[in-house]
């Protein structure tokens, strides 16, 4: 099928390369000229593990091509996905001007039949805006369907190929069964494609969002109280994970959830609530909560260091959201540095992949470590933020040289706290206790 792909981000590079990779002619169109030119030279332009081979091969193939023009990507597709922006607004809503003002511009300029695939987050009732937008200006047929997207940055190639469900709100037959013939090769496994009607579909995005961010938080509060009563929040973890009504994921207490997703759309179903008089109380507490936990840390090395952070330089290992991805968006490692920085802490700071986004950001105010060790270097002690991987099983010995103070604050408990205080280091994380403090 020709499948066209309007905004080449994190979410549309993916849709569009995936479904190159089972055949489909797929245009990708960006309004970003630098981004489309380094596509164009075979260059993925984020980070997201095993999409640079497919990438590649489907550039090859020559399944798999970039514009900068929407309309040679209205021309070529007879499925055209969104995959635009929806950033938070200033009230906390969701800002649709990308999806609207791409929309009229659809409508201007679409010649032949066409379905119109919204794969941004966008509240409910955009569907139904999107529809009157085009058809303002449209000359031909055209259906538009919600069919919000599930993935994860880290993941996003195996969870768009193996997706668990696949999501289709739509009120045309027509339309429904073209979606169903797109997506026939990825539920092969069994995993349904669930149809329903737009606004339904709308909302299944950000209630999942909604309750993942509230499951964590309620974790985090779990574990901020075990502290208070000496239980250890791992073995409640395990504990509570094993009941399948529960489940054992998405429990992981930390110094809260970032990311480009969680965050925004927990705001906005918020705010769509109380436009519609619906006060939604758990969301409000999600957000206080996780903004408060994103630096439960920071008065934990203060009173460390006797509340003088003055000329302290810390090691900060994990800058990403989360691990496997370069994306910085609201993560918490931005709010615990700018709260080192703030009472004058000098901070040396590693991670695998987001540094470069980080620099953009901090500037000069960071001293950028080209590896682990080397931002543990003299370091007075070690801050961990983002749990990759590497750092799960460090050398030990070699950090205890390094580290003017064996002293560790690990925001994703990535260590065993007994091995920890056998190893001589002062170790804090979040909701265990405490050693050798
Ligand atoms: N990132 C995720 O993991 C994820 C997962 C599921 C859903 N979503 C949702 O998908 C949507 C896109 O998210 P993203 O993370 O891919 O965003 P992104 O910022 O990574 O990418 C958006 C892209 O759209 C381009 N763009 C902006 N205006 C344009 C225009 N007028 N024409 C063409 N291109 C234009 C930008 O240059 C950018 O490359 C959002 O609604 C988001 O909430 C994101
Ligand atoms: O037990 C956990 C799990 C996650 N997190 C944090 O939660 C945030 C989000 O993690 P994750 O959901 O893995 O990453 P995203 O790539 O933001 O994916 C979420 O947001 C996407 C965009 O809407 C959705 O498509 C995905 O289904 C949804 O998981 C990160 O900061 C994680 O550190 C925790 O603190 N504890």
Redesign the pocket.
């Known amino acids: 099928m020709k499948i066209s792909v309007?905004?080449?981000?994190?979410?549309?590079l993916v849709t569009g390369t995936c479904l190159a990779e089972t055949g489909n002619e797929v245009i990708c169109?960006?309004?970003?000229k630098a981004?489309v030119e380094k596509m164009r030279n075979g260059e993925v332009p984020?980070y997201e593990p095993h999409l640079d081979v497919i990438f590649e091969r489907n550039i090859k193939a020559n399944r798999l091509r970039f514009t900068t023009s929407?309309e040679e990507g209205l021309d070529h597709g007879e499925i055209i996905f969104l995959?635009?922006?929806?950033p938070e607004d200033e009230d906390g809503s969701a800002d649709l001007s990308?999806v609207l003002?791409?929309s009229e511009e659809i409508g201007k300029k679409i010649k032949g039949y066409k379905v119109i695939v919204d794969?941004?987050?966008?509240p409910v009732g955009t569907a139904e805006k999107v529809q009157e937008i085009i058809a303002k200006n449209a000359t031909c047929e055209f259906d538009v369907v919600s069919n919000?997207?599930?993935?994860?940055?880290g993941f996003?190639v195996d969870d768009f190929l193996k997706p668990e469900r696949i999501i289709v709100g739509s009120s045309s037959e027509k339309a429904t069964d073209l979606m169903k013939k797109l997506y026939a090769p990825f539920v092969r496994s069994g995993n349904p494609i669930i149809v329903m009607d737009e606004k339904s579909a709308e909302l299944t995005?950000y209630a999942a969002n909604s309750f993942l961010a509230t499951k964590i938080t309620f974790m985090n509060e779990i574990a901020n109280y075990c502290e208070k009563v000496g239980a250890d929040v791992d073995l409640v973890r395990a504990g509570m994970g094993s009941d399948s009504r529960i489940g054992k994921r998405f429990l992981f207490p930390g110094i809260g959830y970032g990311?480009?997703?969680f965050p925004?759309?927990v705001k906005a179903l918020r705010k769509a609530g109380k436009d519609r008089d619906y006060d939604f109380k758990i969301l409000s507490s999600v957000i206080e909560i996780n903004s408060a936990q994103k630096t439960i840390l920071l008065p934990k090395i203060e009173e460390y260091f006797n509340n003088n952070l003055y000329g302290k330089t810390i090691a900060v290992w994990g800058l990403a959201f989360k691990p496997e991805t370069d994306?910085i968006r609201e993560a918490p490692s931005i709010d615990m540095m700018e709260g080192l920085l703030s009472k004058g802490a000098k901070l040396q700071v590693f991670d695998p992949e987001a540094i470069p986004n980080i620099q953009k950001r901090f500037g000069d105010k960071l001293i950028y470590a080209e590896s682990m060790y080397a931002a543990t270097e003299n370091a007075d002690a070690l801050l961990i933020c983002t749990e990759w991987s590497i750092f799960r099983t460090p050398d030990y010995e070699k950090l205890k040289k390094q580290l003017i103070n064996p002293v560790v604050f690990d925001g994703r408990n990535l260590y065993n706290v007994n091995d920890m205080e056998a190893e001589g280091f002062t170790y804090v994380s979040v909701g265990r206790k405490s050693v050798n403090l």
């Open positions: 309007i905004g080449t981000g994190y979410v549309g169109v960006d309004i970003d981004k984020i929407l995959a635009l922006p929806t990308y003002n791409v794969k941004s987050t966008v919000p997207e599930f993935l994860r940055e996003a995005k990311g480009s997703c925004k759309d994306d």
